[in-house]
């Protein structure tokens, strides 16, 4: 049986989609039951005696202020946040584990004066009680449970380092002290309210407790034995090599089974046949004679501020980062003091989602006429007032932020119109509703503008695809919804996840190779059979591996071993799509090339290409994507490596090269295709954009090569050699080797900045006003189905 030809018979699609996209919907289903099945419960913590140490409410309440003070864009809780600060679940772990030690080493002091011998039956005691879990289920604790029944019952040593745990970060978030040290948090009296601090400490010290404690019926703890600390007796398992080594074998296999399919489809005879269908060739001429719809030219507001946003994000990157070297600081300017590294942090990460988005909407809003025409009445007051809803979901975001982290809201206003708190859904939930509301009016702009083709009922075509990509975003972002602020951080940390993975490696995915196909359909590259061939099997590919790979984002979050299981195997597959677009990387950039070749033979020599621009962006996005998104990914996916790299910056370096290089790469795509045929062909400067594409691309390889990937990799050793606690201590970001990369990073930052980002801000914002005279309704036309 040729599996190639029984893949191109269409009749045969819905099998493989509807069987794959099912095996994925229910495993997913299966880490979400086992999520909330073992989730670590949220109790009363006593001592001894019966005596309350901290209660259930005392952890949500830390739960509360470590997301309105916008510490996870500081810190990490179970690996998942900003680097510039500590996890703080490891640090509660190790800090727990000193004080322990402490308190037994000062009880035998005297009976056991040798140091040798007694530092080792301390550091026995010490793993034996932070590995015994004494939760007992059944224990009344005096009053109606808030949260889970029992209670958590403390040893003394354990009780005796919780009160210092509390004085440690009473100091870190206070004015500093001996404790704190180096670790002091800046600017001093960020949190000065002692209930808040005790309330964040027990939320730490939960986390902390959860890492040890082994999990009822299981010899490991909740979070698998991660961190690595071996002052708390924390050491990596049998089972993560295990999975690990097998994860690598079916990638392989996986890879071979891509090859042999790619080996039987003969590319060229399917592309000759439909050579007869392919659209116009994007010719200098052709683009420059083009007259744009109404909506199209209303598209390019929405490509000029994102320019605009994609400015405002790239600053506050370089804010934050001159706090990790003390830049403004060594100038004599305290500008903590007005702009933590919370504020700018959660502007940098946050705004990049907005302004990639932003791209998007637009993109798939200016292709619509040229599918089906004339435009639906009232389209453009449509496609108004989406833009109008991203301004206040991006003008917001950017407000509020600062305003709740600096208590200029109150508690409930902060919720609402200041920040959530979560690391990329931290907009204000007025401000998220409204941008999932912006989804649903994208949804209705694009569903009008394809009805006539949607009628048709060709169920795989480009129009179609579109339309379910939409749905599947609306979908996953709906999950984003799901948690409130009191949700146990385990189960709440899963639906954020949901929301953020399945839209960039599952739904994102998608919607990037729709875009692309799309582009390429109307450069007049590739036939639309062609493209809705390769959408298909890129949604087989990315939906089979994408949404199962959600579990590489949350092994350590209290789950079980068969999620470490799933996400070591399966998530490990996404690099495998990703080779699939790189075997067809050269080919892909030397389509502009043999066309006009061809062309020229027919026509003469003055044929050009009239979109080289965007195409080179395009060609940027299959290199990160294999480079950044593929190789840098896969080398963190697997269990035994994650366990000791979560949260570093090698993370940090994968997701630089791809959200930048392979999202961030599309949207600018997107801006120089839909502004080629929006502007005036005068007001077209293809120097400077050439010089942007070359400067972005440079100076991102940069960064990551002179600071992302070294550091990471260093980081990664102190993490095996002196615990992860450290890895992730100012000690370590303070220390020779952390800083010197770190200034290494200017380089590339310089070249990215000046070179790529000003000029093509500045080239989106003066060209707003130099748009191309829109169609009349009279010049609008349906394009016949036959070309769909």
């Not at 909740?222 to 961190?227: A, H, I, V």
């Not at 169920?459 to 179609?464: E, G, Q, R």
């Not at 795509?669 to 400067?695: E, Y």
Request: aromatic content about 16%; charged content about 15%; glycine content about 8%.
């Amino acid at each position: 049986m040729n599996i190639a030809k029984w893949v191109d018979q269409r009749q045969h699609w819905w099998k493989l989609f509807v069987i794959i996209f099912a095996v994925s919907v229910v495993v997913v289903g299966y880490i979400g039951v086992k999520t909330y099945e073992l989730a670590p419960p949220v109790s009363d913590f006593v001592d001894e005696e019966g005596q309350t140490v901290f209660t259930a409410e005392d952890i949500v309440g830390g739960q509360q202020v470590f997301f309105r003070y916008g510490l996870m864009e500081y810190g990490s809780f179970l690996g998942d946040g900003g680097m510039r600060g500590p996890d703080f679940t490891a640090e509660a772990l190790n800090l727990t584990a000193r004080w322990m030690n402490e308190y037994y080493d000062e009880q035998w002091k005297t009976r056991i004066p040798e140091d040798e011998y007694r530092d080792a039956m301390v550091a026995s005691l010490v793993h034996k009680e932070l590995k015994e879990n004494r939760y007992d289920p059944s224990r009344p604790v005096g009053r109606e449970p808030a949260y889970d029944e029992g209670v958590v019952v403390l040893s003394p040593a354990q009780s005796y380092a919780f009160g210092m745990v509390n004085r440690y970060y009473g100091e870190v978030f206070g004015r500093g002290g001996d404790l704190a040290g180096a670790e002091q948090f800046t600017p001093a009296d960020y949190i000065t309210d002692p209930d808040e601090v005790r309330q964040l400490s027990s939320f730490f010290f939960w986390g902390g407790w959860l890492s040890a404690a082994r999990r009822p019926g299981d010899d490991n703890s909740y979070t698998q034995n991660w961190p690595y600390d071996p002052l708390a007796g924390n050491f990596p398992h049998g089972a993560l090599v295990l999975w690990s080594v097998i994860g690598t074998l079916v990638v392989i296999l996986m890879i071979g089974v891509i090859f042999y399919y790619y080996g039987k489809l003969d590319r060229d005879a399917i592309q000759e046949q439909e050579k007869s269908k392919l659209a116009p060739f994007a010719t200098s001429d052709s683009v420059d004679r083009f007259k744009p719809t109404p909506t199209q030219r209303a598209t390019y507001k929405f490509f000029a501020v994102a320019a605009i946003l994609f400015l405002v994000q790239v600053l506050a990157g370089i804010l934050t980062i001159s706090d990790f070297v003390g830049l403004f600081a060594f100038l004599g300017i305290d500008i903590s003091a007005w702009l933590p590294v919370t504020v700018t942090r959660a502007w940098h990460s946050q705004i990049a989602i907005l302004w990639i988005a932003v791209c998007w909407f637009a993109a798939a809003i200016w292709v619509l006429p040229l599918i089906c025409r004339p435009e639906p009445r009232g389209q453009l007051q449509w496609v108004n007032a989406l833009f109008w809803m991203l301004v206040v979901v991006a003008g917001g975001t950017a407000l509020g932020i600062p305003m709740g982290i600096k208590g200029v809201l109150s508690e409930g206003a902060t919720y609402w119109f200041g920040l959530q708190g979560w690391e990329y859904v931290q907009l204000g939930r007025a401000y998220h509703i409204v941008l999932y509301a912006s989804f649903l009016v994208w949804l209705i702009v694009v569903a009008r503008g394809l009805w006539p083709a949607l009628k048709q009922k060709q169920t795989w075509s480009l129009p179609n695809w579109m339309v379910y990509s939409i749905v599947g975003i609306i979908l996953m972002f709906s999950a984003s919804f799901v948690a409130s602020p009191d949700t146990n951080f385990v189960i709440a940390d899963f639906w954020r996840w949901v929301t953020i993975h399945m839209w960039v490696e599952a739904f994102f995915e998608l919607f990037t190779t729709i875009v692309i196909a799309y582009f390429l359909y109307l450069m007049g590259f590739v036939s639309h059979l062609v493209a809705a061939r390769v959408v298909y099997l890129s949604a087989i590919l990315f939906l089979g591996s994408g949404m199962i790979g959600i579990s590489h984002n949350f092994y350590w979050n209290a789950k079980s071993i068969e999620t470490v299981a799933l996400g070591g195997v399966l998530s490990s597959l996404q690099v495998a799509p990703l080779i699939l677009l790189t075997i067809e990387a050269w080919r892909f950039r030397q389509l502009p090339g043999t066309t006009v070749s061809e062309l020229r033979e027919k026509e003469g020599p003055h044929a050009t290409f009239g979109l080289g621009e965007a195409f080179l962006f395009l060609v940027g996005v299959n290199f990160w994507n294999f480079f950044g998104a593929g190789v840098m990914g896969f080398m963190i996916n697997l269990p035994i490596i994650n366990y000791y790299q979560h949260g570093t910056y090698l993370t940090v370096n994968h997701a630089h090269a791809a959200l930048m290089g392979v999202y961030g790469n599309l949207a600018v795509a997107a801006m120089l295709f839909c502004g080629r045929w929006n502007l005036r062909p005068k007001s077209w400067n293809p120097r400077i954009l050439r010089t942007s594409f070359w400067s972005l691309n440079i100076g991102l390889l940069l960064m990551v090569l002179m600071d992302l990937f070294p550091v990471g990799v260093h980081q990664l050793t102190v993490a095996m050699s002196e615990g992860y606690a450290f890895a992730r201590s100012q000690a370590y970001i303070q220390g020779s080797v952390f800083q010197t990369f770190t200034w290494l990073r200017g380089v590339g930052i310089a070249v990215f900045v000046l070179g790529g980002l000003l000029p093509l801000v500045w080239f989106m914002v003066s060209r707003w006003f130099r748009l191309r005279p829109a169609q009349t309704p009279e010049e609008q036309f349906v394009v016949p189905a036959s070309v769909l």
